[in-house]
């Protein structure tokens, strides 16, 4: 990777300042946790000797028409409206055209324009980079088109100085939103975040818009979770965050599509479709270490339940039936595999032994919240004890079944199968509640602390 920095200062624009900045005051600290979030110092941050507040990245490959007025306008714009010192970062992924040379004389012209030339392509890629060595305290990009309007940047990294938020992003799906695009485009955009939203939970409304910013020091635990170094980035980095609990702040946003675009549409999309998969199924069976992205006691919401209030049985419920019903279709396309080779009664109990293990498992993470794989397995052996009982109401539906007609037909076993299943459903979710994962029912405690020597790890 190599760097190219204006050498000229002014306010508005900063260097690194070689150690004093983020990686020196990070000795010592304890990566287990985050810290409190808190305001910036007003007075600290505009001081003309101070770091940038903001580093706004700007990820390029073989933009050399396009780059040049994108990083004029966007200069012109924080000068005149951003309050605080910034930077503008332009992160070339291998560029094979004269994009190189662009940057670096933009870099050469303009105070507080940095240039970053990577050896290999990736939005994500250059968002690691950049993002993990920049010693702003808020870290934003944006695409090269500008298709997003510059007026909602401020607003985007407002949440992010004030300490409100962990993560911003800009929305063209929210209400207010106003968006010029093709009916492609638009079609591709809302199925792909539906899917995010029914197979992922994602509570946030648009994953893909080039306008994102994130609080570096989340930034600093976050990225080494995020495995993809491509388009995906965006949705993994957002969905890791939201399951950890983070503060994500959605800004409406005026955007015109760039007719000119080069993006691979169906090349994006299956990739993005292979990282839904990768990133539930991690998710699915906690392997991911998301207590790490704790925060300390008291800054959670959470932690100031009123106490004798039951808190979470209505989300809990709504959690339950999702996985439940997926559970169900997953019980019903095994026992009918199953039942091609084997008799009704050993279908049925291959088919609930194996969606009961992955009913147990959805469950633990996304209707009761338990994170990380402590308890996993005695979480498992009590959900087999379920099982146990589920098995013994749905094989006595098919013992009374057999001896009440002989020989029934397929469909009525299935239909008597669904009765049995719903009963075994209710006692399933009371079971997984009162006795399961009791510590979640009806309150949200905190985090449970990180162990030192899964810190030196992070570290």
């Not at 392509?121 to 298709?147: E, F, H, I, N, Q």
């Not at 794989?373 to 052996?381: C, F, I, P, S, T």
Request: proline fraction near 6%; hydrophobic fraction near 45%; aromatic fraction near 6%.
């Amino acid at each position: 990777m190599t760097t190219t920095d204006s050498l000229r200062s002014g306010p508005g624009a900063n260097g690194r300042n070689s150690g004093t900045g983020r990686d020196s005051g990070r000795t010592g600290r304890d990566t287990g946790r985050l810290p409190v979030r808190e305001h910036l110092p007003a007075g600290q941050a505009a001081a003309p000797s101070a770091a940038p507040v903001l580093d706004v990245v700007v990820p390029v490959y073989n933009e050399e028409k396009d780059l040049r007025p994108c990083v004029l306008r966007l200069h012109d714009h924080l000068s005149r409206t951003f309050p605080y010192p910034f930077r503008i970062t332009v992160a070339d992924n291998a560029s094979t055209d004269a994009t190189p040379a662009v940057a670096a004389r933009l870099a050469a012209e303009l105070r507080g324009v940095r240039y970053v030339r990577l050896e290999e392509k990736g939005r994500g890629r250059a968002l690691r980079t950049v993002w993990s060595d920049s010693d702003a305290p808020v870290l934003a990009y944006m695409d090269v088109d500008l298709s997003t309007d510059l007026n909602a940047l401020l607003p985007l990294v407002a949440p992010l100085i004030s300490g409100h938020s962990d993560l911003a992003i800009g929305s063209r799906l929210a209400r207010s939103a106003r968006v010029v695009r093709g009916s492609k485009r638009e079609f591709i955009s809302r199925a792909y975040n539906l899917i995010l939203r029914s197979s992922l939970a994602a509570g946030f409304s648009d994953a893909q818009c080039g306008f994102k910013a994130i609080r570096s020091e989340v930034a600093e635990r976050l990225l080494p979770m995020v495995e993809d170094s491509g388009w995906f980035f965006d949705t993994e980095l957002l969905v890791l965050a939201e399951r950890a609990g983070l503060r994500i702040h959605e800004v409406p946003v005026d955007w015109i599509d760039d007719p000119d675009s080069t993006v691979h549409i169906v090349r994006t999309a299956t990739e993005d479709l292979k990282g839904v998969w990768r990133v539930g199924r991690a998710l699915a069976v906690g392997a991911l270490p998301l207590d790490r992205l704790a925060r300390p006691f008291g800054d959670d919401p959470r932690d100031r339940a009123l106490t004798g209030v039951p808190r979470g049985l209505a989300r809990q419920l709504v959690g339950f039936c999702v996985v439940g019903a997926l559970s169900t279709l997953f019980y019903l396309a095994l026992y009918s595999l199953f039942r091609l080779g084997v008799g009704p009664q050993l279908a049925n109990g291959g088919a609930l032994l194996v969606s009961a293990v992955a009913n147990t498992a959805a469950n633990r993470r996304l209707t009761f919240g338990v994170r990380g794989r402590g308890g996993a397995v005695r979480h498992q052996a009590q959900g087999l004890v379920v099982f146990a009982i589920g098995l013994a109401l749905t094989s006595g539906s098919l013992a009374a079944l057999g001896a009440a007609t002989g020989s029934p037909s397929h469909g009525t076993e299935l239909a008597v199968l669904i009765t049995a299943n719903l009963a075994a459903t209710v006692l399933r979710f009371l079971l997984l509640r009162a006795w399961v994962f009791p510590a979640r029912a009806g309150s949200h405690p905190g985090p449970d602390p990180v162990s030192d020597s899964y810190s030196e790890d992070v570290r």
